[in-house]
């Protein structure tokens, strides 16, 4: 079955356009079928962004898996001194992110690849709500990944729902960086730090 974390997407295209408040700013965002949260900026990746936010990061930041572009546009709107990446597998959320970063005039470089290490970059911060719906392997692998692109004392932000393994991927991100931290839990979220 076809879902947001194949490289290509079987379902037709119907795009849709909407506006979405942060704070004070606005942004209009393309959307489509085949991608992560069509028509709207799900709860989870709200609550990663207003985390990081409230964080000390670093200049250059990874939206790793970051679909149609809103966390990472986001921050690059509200901190446009940041340098910030965007990745992810899936082809047609490419198309978009791409589109939504002239729509709300951000400048973001957006690149489609299945693993971030063939990039040449090293980050400071990397944010990721992980793709549940593609299976544990495949997130800790993208953990690992993770791992491998930060710069040493870099982060990983993660946001994760307890019914979805939010213990588990504690414990998994714990044998991979030398500190992880609960930051908060919030309905059900739990928003996870680790550190390299």
Same mark, same amino acid.
């Given at each position: 079955?076809?879902?947001? #974390?194949?490289?290509?997407?079987?379902?037709?295209?119907?795009?849709?356009?909407? *506006?979405?408040? #942060?704070?004070? &700013?606005?942004?209009? #965002?393309?959307? *489509?079928? @085949?991608? #992560?949260?069509? @028509?709207? %900026?799900?709860?989870?990746?709200?609550? /990663?962004?207003?985390?990081?936010?409230?964080?000390?990061?670093?200049?250059?930041? /990874?939206?790793?898996?970051?679909?149609?572009?809103? %966390?990472? +546009? +986001?921050?690059?709107?509200? =901190?446009?001194?940041? !340098?910030?990446?965007?990745?992810?597998?899936? &082809?047609?959320?490419?198309? $978009?992110?791409?589109?939504? !970063?002239?729509?709300?005039?951000?400048? %973001?470089?957006?690149?489609?690849?299945? *693993?971030?290490?063939?990039?040449?970059?090293?980050?400071?911060?990397?944010? $990721?709500?992980?793709?549940?719906?593609?299976?544990?392997?495949?997130?800790?692998?993208?953990?690992?990944?993770?791992?491998?692109?930060?710069?040493?004392?870099? =982060?990983?932000?993660? %946001? +994760?729902?307890?019914? =979805?393994?939010?213990?588990? =991927?504690?414990?998994?991100?714990?044998? $991979?960086? &030398?500190?992880?931290? /609960?930051? &908060?839990?919030?309905?059900?979220?739990?928003?996870?730090?680790?550190?390299?």
């Amino acid at each position: 079955m076809s879902h947001y #974390f194949d490289r290509e997407v079987a379902v037709a295209s119907s795009e849709e356009t909407f *506006d979405y408040h #942060f704070g004070n &700013e606005k942004f209009t #965002f393309k959307t *489509d079928r @085949g991608v #992560f949260s069509k @028509g709207t %900026v799900d709860h989870a990746s709200y609550l /990663l962004i207003k985390q990081v936010l409230k964080s000390d990061i670093g200049k250059d930041i /990874l939206d790793y898996g970051c679909g149609w572009g809103p %966390v990472g +546009i +986001i921050l690059k709107r509200l =901190h446009p001194e940041l !340098a910030i990446d965007l990745v992810d597998v899936n &082809e047609r959320a490419v198309h $978009l992110a791409q589109k939504n !970063a002239l729509l709300n005039h951000t400048a %973001v470089d957006i690149y489609q690849s299945e *693993d971030i290490r063939a990039l040449n970059k090293a980050y400071d911060d990397i944010i $990721l709500n992980p793709p549940i719906r593609a299976g544990k392997v495949v997130i800790y692998d993208m953990y690992e990944k993770a791992h491998d692109v930060l710069n040493d004392h870099g =982060h990983l932000y993660i %946001v +994760i729902k307890v019914k =979805h393994g939010a213990k588990s =991927h504690f414990a998994r991100l714990k044998e $991979l960086f &030398e500190d992880v931290v /609960l930051l &908060e839990r919030v309905e059900g979220n739990w928003l996870i730090k680790a550190t390299k």
